[in-house]
């Protein structure tokens, strides 16, 4: 079964929403994509990278948050537009969850826009899909607005329901893919910070460390990689890094994953990054593990 893990498109758009003249995010967002998040997420860059994306020919398209930057209705509108193809071409096969950027604030929340135009997305902050007989993803939704900081948070229902989930799980003894948007570990050289970082992490590191996920696979970091943490060596965790950002390295370049699983017994194989050049070519690499 192909896979392909994308993420971190950051559709933004630079309207002000007066309406939200309050809220300080609203003010550093349009100060940070003046100073240059407009030109680290170039709009030319979206459309190749949904048509790479879809050209994988993918049984399965993983999309682990950020569709928007703002969480503004125009982006919201944008992210519609251009995952269709991608639920088209996977024959429904796409499982998503939002990033902290699709709450961006409690007004984007009320308002409810996220689910309105991306109805693909899972209806609870835990769900399950079944892919085979044996194999499942498990999304767990942990992106909340703040008022100031890029911090996911991990409730104590949702995780409780997430403990729940892989319990019953494991009964069956079922290979899951554990999807999330903010990571629990993070390789040495890419410490996470105060701000940025998922509180509560540490519940979701004994999670995966009880119930031994074949992957978890998130995103937020815009950083690609696959390590597997000395706490939890049993679970490879994969970084798709941002599908849609330009930066001179190759590690953070707009980019993406593919692999090939099998569905009995969860062994992956041609874990590859496609990275884009700018222009008009994706390079393959194979992706080695993080020591
Ligand atoms: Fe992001
Ligand atoms: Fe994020």
């Known amino acids: 079964m192909k896979f392909v893990h994308f993420g ?23 100060l940070n994509l003046t100073l240059g998040r407009a030109k680290k997420f170039p709009p030319g860059y979206r459309l190749p990278a ?49 990033g902290n950027h699709d709450r961006y604030t409690r007004g984007s929340v009320e308002e409810g826009l996220l689910e309105h135009f991306l109805t693909f997305l899972p209806p609870e902050p835990v ?58 570990t993070t390789p040495p050289e890419h410490p996470e910070s105060r701000e940025h970082k998922l509180i509560g992490e540490e519940k979701l590191e004994a999670l995966v460390k009880e119930y031994k996920p074949a992957l978890y696979v998130h995103g937020h970091k815009h950083v690609r990689w696959a390590y597997r943490a000395p706490e939890t060596p049993e679970t490879l965790c994969l970084n798709c890094g941002s599908v849609a950002m330009k930066n001179p390295n190759p590690a953070k370049q707009a980019g993406y994953l593919t692999w090939d699983m099998d569905e009995n017994n969860g062994k992956i194989k041609n874990l590859t990054a496609k990275v884009y050049d700018g222009n008009s070519q994706w390079t393959a690499t194979p992706l080695l593990e993080d020591a």
């Open 8 to 30: 971190d498109l950051h559709l933004w758009s630079p309207r002000m929403l007066w309406r939200e003249w309050y809220e300080p995010k609203r003010w550093l967002g349009r």
């Open 50 to 98: 949904i048509n790479a994306v879809t050209g994988e020919n993918a049984d399965v398209a993983l999309f682990t948050g950020d569709f928007t930057n703002f969480s503004l209705r125009e982006e919201f509108v944008m992210a519609a537009a251009l995952f269709e193809p991608v639920l088209e071409k996977t024959r429904g096969n796409l499982i998503a969850i939002p």
């Open 127 to 184: 769900h399950v899909r079944k892919l085979g007989i044996r194999l499942s993803v498990v999304c767990v939704d942990h992106a909340v607005p703040l008022k100031f900081s890029s911090n996911g948070v991990i409730h104590d229902d949702v995780h409780q329901k997430l403990v729940d989930t892989l319990e019953k799980m494991r009964k069956t003894n079922q290979i899951v893919i554990l999807m999330g948007h903010f990571p629990y």
